[in-house]
């Protein structure tokens, strides 16, 4: 990447703040141009410096993260910045809040700081760069698709190589529900299917059983492949993996994690 990415982190603590400038000064591709501790900073210094990426806190002072993303939906479009949601918080009606005014990917704290670079620069690859200058040694330019363009096909053959990378095993119960879930989670037009209410009920119904059994056999999967030795493959997806073995993510927050990077890779349409 000959241009270094410009970079606004928004976090109503200030230690935090300057953890992540440090761990991100390290990159000699990213330049930091400015922080805030609010929403209403945020907006002041992201519409002043135009950054190419923002890392945004959910919960703040004055306005949200959530507030400061559905006005920056009102940027003209080459304002409006590469986004990644790092906050605490990953109930998936936030996550799935989030996806819906235009975050990329969202990143749950505590997470290993040592990895943030690499994220950045890969997120930010994969919805600027990528859509204008990847071939993949065809020489005809891969576009951004809608939903109905992509195969079934594809998104499995993407579904299970993610479940490989997470060290899901595939002969628990959980994972042949879990590959259900994430693939409809990616067909489906918002990118987003409320598990309790509507993802748990139609598996269960193909499969003849419980939603409680489902969501059980999804719990119990996850919770197996977190007890893997080696994340290193699984913080491409959950940037705590591995050193934060304790954290593990919620069913809802694995689903839609691992969806939302499959969208980027098969270049999806954002919501």
Not at 16 to 21: A, G, H, S, T, W
Not at 123 to 146: F, H, K
Not at 210 to 238: C, L, P, V
């Amino acid at each position: 990447m000959s241009k270094k990415i410009s970079l606004v982190v928004v976090d109503d603590n200030p230690d935090f703040v300057e953890l992540i400038r440090e761990s991100l000064e390290k990159e000699a591709d990213i330049r930091i141009v400015g922080t805030a501790y609010n929403g209403l900073e945020a907006l002041a210094v992201i519409r002043q410096k135009k950054p190419q990426m923002v890392l945004l806190d959910v919960v703040m002072p004055e306005k949200d993260g959530l507030e400061v993303l559905e006005e920056m939906k009102a940027f003209d479009a080459a304002d409006r910045p590469v986004t990644i949601m790092l906050t605490a918080i990953g109930q998936d009606h936030y996550i799935r809040r989030a996806l819906a005014l235009g975050a990329e990917y969202y990143i749950i704290k505590p997470f290993d700081l040592t990895l943030l670079g690499k994220r950045v620069r890969q997120i930010y690859q994969d919805t600027v760069d990528a859509p204008l200058n990847l071939t993949n040694g065809t020489g005809e330019v891969r576009q951004n698709r809608s939903v109905d363009a992509v195969t079934r096909e594809e998104v499995e053959e993407e579904v299970t190589a993610a479940l490989r990378d997470v060290s899901v095993p595939p002969h628990l119960t959980g994972y042949l529900f879990l590959k259900k879930g994430i693939a409809a989670t990616v067909l489906s037009d918002k990118g987003f299917i409320p598990a309790t209410k509507e993802l748990y009920p139609a598996i269960a119904e193909e499969f003849g059983t419980s939603a409680g059994k489902i969501e059980r056999a999804i719990r119990g999967a996850i919770q197996k492949a977190w007890t893997r030795k080696d994340q290193t493959n699984a913080s491409q997806y959950f940037t705590y993996a591995g050193k934060y073995k304790s954290i593990k993510p919620t069913n809802s927050e694995f689903i839609a994690t691992v969806a939302a990077k499959i969208r980027q890779r098969l270049k999806i349409e954002g919501l």
